[in-house]
C-alpha cells in the first residue's frame, strides 16, 4: 500500500488492528468452526486469481469475522471492504492518519476523497488484496441510481478487463440457524429478528450464548475473467454485466440457502388448501363424485380424510428436540457411522438445483433415523420420508409425521381416488421445496441382499416433475450396512417361515432390550447424484411430451441406474467378508489356514475390482477379521476347534453352529453383489472343464446365469454380459487365478491355485441353487394352482427342511422364504407352474445339478 496519507481508507484494515483490537475480535469469533471445503475451493482456483468474498447482505459482523477467522487459519483474509467502511477496528494511529488525509482533502475540493474514484481499489485488487464484498445493503437503489454513487460490481467488471489476472468471487453465507423460516414468526422474531435473519443483539446472543451453532457455507467460486469472455457476454455492456452478475450470485446464494435450510414452513392447514385445490385433482373429484353418484362435498371430505392419513407435519423445533435425543441413542447403539464428507458436498451442490430424492437400501428401521440426522447434523434439512402405513400406530405416528414421515398403503389396487390424492401430496412436497427419502426397495431385506426395485413411487414422482412441480428432480442412491443389524432376529424368523409381528406401541417398548446391545459401525455411503435432466438429455426427450409408454421406460431405466449405483456403493464390512469365507464350500468346519486362504482371496479380488471396503479392512483386514471372527464366536455362531496331538497344537479350526448358518448367511450376502460377476464367471470357467479357454467361451453360460437369478440379482442395465466378462477375467487375471496365453490373443490358462479360488467364488450362489432346485421339487408334485402362493412358500419350506434331513440338500441357509419367492417369480415365468410341466422341471434340475456339481466336486 502507498505511505501517502491520501490514500488512506477506512475500507481497508491492515494485518494487525492493533493487540486490543485483535484480542477482543479473536475472542468474539473463536467459538466459530471454518468449513473445510473452503480450502478446497481455494486450491481450486488458479495461483495468481485475486480473492472477492461475497455475502448477499452488507454486514460488518461477517467481514470481521472473515477477517479475523481466516487470518488465524493461514487463509486469505479479506482486507479490502467494498462499500464497507469499518472505523471502530482501525488502529488509532492510522485513523488519525485517514481523518487527517480526508480533512485536506476536503478543505481543497469540498469534498471527501472516494477510494473508487482515486484508484486505491484498482491499486489494491491490482496487488491481490482479498476483498469483501456484499451484494444488497439498505437504499442500496437510491444509492446507485439517484445519488450515482459506484457500483462496486461494475467496477470489478471494468477492472477485470483492464487485468490480466482474474478476479475469483467466492460466495459466502453464514448461518445462525439451519431451521427453515416460518410462514408465523413469533413475538422474539418480530422483535430482534429470525433466527435465519437476526438482528444485531440476537447475533450477538448467539455468539456468546451457543457460538456452536453458528457455521459459514462456501458457494462455488465465479471467475469473472471467464464469466467476460463467455460467449453470450462478450459483446455486453459493463452496466449490464454488473446486473446479470449481481442477479446470479444472489441466485445461487438464495439456492445455497434454501439447499441448508430447506423451504419456509407453512402450516398444514395451508398445504393441505393447496392440493385440495389443485386444477387436476378437483377436476378429478368431480367426475368422481358424477360416477359414484355423490355430491362433491362427499368428495372433498373424503379427499380430505387421504390427506389427512397420509400427510406429515413437518416440524424444525420438534426435529431439533429429537435430534439430540437420537445423539444419544446413536452413541448407544453404534461406535460410529462412517460417511463421506466429499459425497455430501457434492449433493448439497445439486441441491441448488431441485429437491433430492434419496434412494436407500433399506436394511433397518434404525435407516430413516441415520440417514435424517446424519444429513442435519451436516446442515442440510431432514427429508420427507416415505413409510409404510403399518408405522402409523398411536401414539407414535404423529411424532413420525412431526420429523418428516408421510404414511402410504402398501397396495394402490382398487384405491383410485386414494392414488389420486396421494400423487396430490407429493406434487405439492416437490413443489414447496422439500427433499424426500424414498424406500426404492419398498420394504427391509429379509436376505441382507439388495432386492429388486418397486418403481411405483418412482413413477409418481416423475409424474410430478412432468407436471410441473420443480425444475430438476435429483437422485440419489444410498447404501446403509451395519456391523451387526439391530432387526436380525426378526427377519431370521421371517426368513425360517414366521409370520411377520405387526408394528405397533407394545412392539416399540418390547425393543427396549436393544438398549443392552452394541451393535458396531454403521456404514453409510452416498452415490454420485443423478439429476433427472441429465438422464432426459441422455436420452434426447428434453422438451419433449413424452408418451405412457416413453415415462414407464424412463422409470426402468432409473429404477435399475439407481439400483447398479447402490451395488457400487456397496461397503465389504469385516463382518461380511468373514461370514462369506466361512460359508463358501458347505462345510461344517473350516480351517484357520482355509479361512486366511479365502480372506486373501476375496481381499485381492476387492483390489482388482475397486470394490468399497470398510476402513477397518483397508487399514490392514488381518486384525479386522481376527475382530470379527471373535464377534462370531462370542455371539455362538461359531465355536473354535482346536486339533491337539501329543499335548501340543496342530491346527485351529472353526465349526459353525448349524442353527446359526441362516444368520451368517446374512451378513454374507450385505456384499454378495460384489462376489456375482466373480461367481458367474468362475462357474463358466468351471463349465469349461479346461485349463485352456478363452473370454468369448465364457458368454453364453454369463448370460444364462444372469438370466437364471434375474430375481435374485439386480443386472448393469449399462454394460452386456460381455464386458463385464472381460472386466472380471481381467479382476482374476491380477488375482493370479488366470494367466494370459504368451501367444494366443483372448486366450488364458487356468493356474492350479486359481481353480480353488474359482470354487470359492462359486460357492456364494450355491444356496440359491439348492433353493430353485428346492422349488423344483414342490412344482414336480403339485399341479398348477393348487396352493396360492403363502401356501406354497410354507410346502417349500417344508421340503427344504425334509430334504436337508435326508441329506438331498447340504446348506441350511439355503432354506429360504426369500429366496423361495424369488424362485417362483423365476419359473413361473419360465413354463414351470406345476407337475404338468415335467419337461421343464426336469430340465431346469439337470441345469441346476450341473451347476452344483461344478462348486461341490
Known sequence: MSSGTENLFTCWLPPRTGIFSMFILRRLFSGIGLNPELKTTLGGLPDNAVIVYASKTKSYFEFLCYYTRYMQAGLPCPRLGLDCSVRVWQPVGRMLRIAIAQMRFFLRHFSFRDPYRSGFIRDEIDRGTTAFLPLVEKRDFYRRFIKSKTDPIRHLVDLQRTLDRPICIIPQLMFFSNHPASTWPTLTDIFFGSPQKPGKLRRLATLFRKPGNIFIEVSDPINLKQFLDSRDNRERSSEYLALKLRRDLLSQINAHRKSI??????????????????????????????????????????????????????????????????????????????????????????????????????????????????????????????????????????????????????????????????????????????????????????????????????????????????????????????????????????????????????????????????????????????????????????????????????????????????????????????????????????????????????????????????????????????????????????????????????????????????????????????????????????????FQFSAADLHDTYRRLQDLFGEEFN?????????????????????????????????????????????????????????????????????????????????MLAIGNRMHRQGEIRLKESISKANYDNAIAFFTKNGVRGSEDEGNVRRWNEVLEGYQNLISR
Not at 433399506?362 to 431432514?382: A, E, G
Not at 479382476?731 to 470359492?760: C, Q, W
Open 261 to 690: 435450510t430447506g423451504p419456509s414452513i407453512k402450516p398444514p392447514e395451508e398445504i393441505k388448501q393447496e392440493i385440495l385445490t389443485a386444477e387436476e385433482l378437483r377436476q378429478f373429484m368431480g367426475s368422481y363424485a358424477r360416477r359414484r353418484k355423490m355430491t362433491t362435498f362427499r368428495a372433498h371430505r373424503e379427499a380430505m380424510g387421504y390427506v389427512d392419513e397420509i400427510a406429515a407435519n413437518y416440524s424444525p423445533a420438534f426435529i431439533n428436540i429429537i435430534h439430540r435425543v437420537t445423539q444419544r441413542l446413536l452413541a448407544t447403539l453404534f461406535e460410529s457411522v462412517s460417511f463421506s464428507s466429499e459425497a455430501l458436498s457434492d449433493i448439497k451442490r445439486s441441491a441448488r438445483k431441485g429437491p433430492i430424492v434419496f434412494m436407500p437400501a433399506h436394511k433397518s428401521h434404525m435407516d430413516s433415523l441415520l440417514l435424517s440426522f446424519t444429513l442435519y447434523d451436516n446442515h442440510m434439512p431432514c427429508p420427507h420420508v416415505f413409510a409404510g402405513k403399518n408405522l402409523a400406530f398411536w401414539p407414535m405416528a404423529p411424532l413420525f409425521r412431526r420429523v418428516g414421515a408421510f404414511f402410504v398403503r402398501r397396495s394402490f389396487k382398487g384405491a383410485v381416488f386414494y392414488a389420486k390424492v396421494f400423487s396430490a401430496y407429493i406434487f405439492q412436497v416437490l413443489k414447496e421445496g422439500f427433499n424426500l427419502a424414498v424406500y426404492i426397495e419398498g420394504t427391509r431385506s429379509r436376505s441382507g441382499k439388495l432386492l429388486h426395485p418397486q418403481l411405483g413411487m418412482l413413477s409418481i414422482l416423475l409424474h410430478a416433475y412432468f407436471a410441473g412441480a420443480c425444475r430438476d428432480l435429483i437422485f440419489v442412491p444410498v447404501f446403509i450396512a451395519y456391523d451387526r443389524i439391530p432387526d436380525e432376529g426378526s427377519y431370521l424368523h421371517e426368513i425360517s417361515g414366521g409370520k411377520k409381528s405387526p408394528e405397533n406401541f407394545r412392539q416399540m417398548l418390547k425393543a427396549k432390550r436393544l438398549l443392552k446391545n452394541r451393535y458396531g459401525k454403521v456404514h453409510l455411503n452416498f452415490g454420485r447424484p443423478l439429476p433427472l435432466s441429465d438422464v432426459l438429455a441422455e436420452q434426447a426427450l428434453t422438451g419433449a411430451v413424452l408418451s405412457s409408454k416413453q415415462q414407464n421406460s424412463l422409470c426402468r431405466d432409473i429404477g435399475a441406474r439407481v439400483m447398479n449405483a447402490i451395488d457400487r456403493q456397496t461397503v465389504v464390512t469385516p463382518q461380511s467378508l468373514v461370514a462369506g469365507a466361512l460359508l463358501s464350500g458347505g462345510r461344517e468346519l473350516v480351517s484357520r489356514k482355509e479361512l486366511n486362504f479365502r480372506v486373501e482371496a476375496a481381499m485381492n479380488l476387492f483390489c482388482a475390482q475397486g470394490s468399497c471396503i470398510a476402513g477397518t479392512l483397508a487399514d490392514g483386514h488381518p486384525p479386522a477379521v481376527q475382530g470379527a471372527l471373535f464377534h462370531y464366536q462370542r455371539r455362538k455362531f461359531i465355536q473354535r476347534v482346536d486339533d491337539k496331538t501329543k499335548g501340543q497344537v496342530r491346527q485351529d479350526a472353526y465349526r459353525i453352529v448349524e442353527n446359526r448358518r441362516n444368520a451368517l448367511d446374512y451378513y454374507k450376502n450385505i456384499s454378495i453383489c460384489h462376489f456375482i460377476p466373480p461367481a458367474f464367471t468362475a462357474l463358466a470357467i468351471l463349465e469349461k472343464d479346461a
Open 715 to 795: 443386472p448393469d442395465p449399462d454394460h452386456p454380459p460381455a464386458y463385464i466378462v472381460r472386466k472380471t477375467v481381467k479382476a482374476l487375471i491380477d488375482n493370479a487365478i488366470l494367466v494370459p496365453h504368451p501367444v494366443m490373443p483372448d486366450t488364458y490358462n487356468l493356474s492350479s491355485e486359481g481353480f480353488r479360488k474359482l470354487v470359492f467364488f462359486a460357492g456364494y450362489v450355491e444356496p440359491f441353487l439348492e433353493s430353485y432346485r428346492t422349488a423344483l421339487v414342490y412344482f414336480a408334485k403339485n399341479r398348477r394352482n393348487h396352493h396360492d402362493k403363502p401356501k406354497m412358500l410354507k410346502k
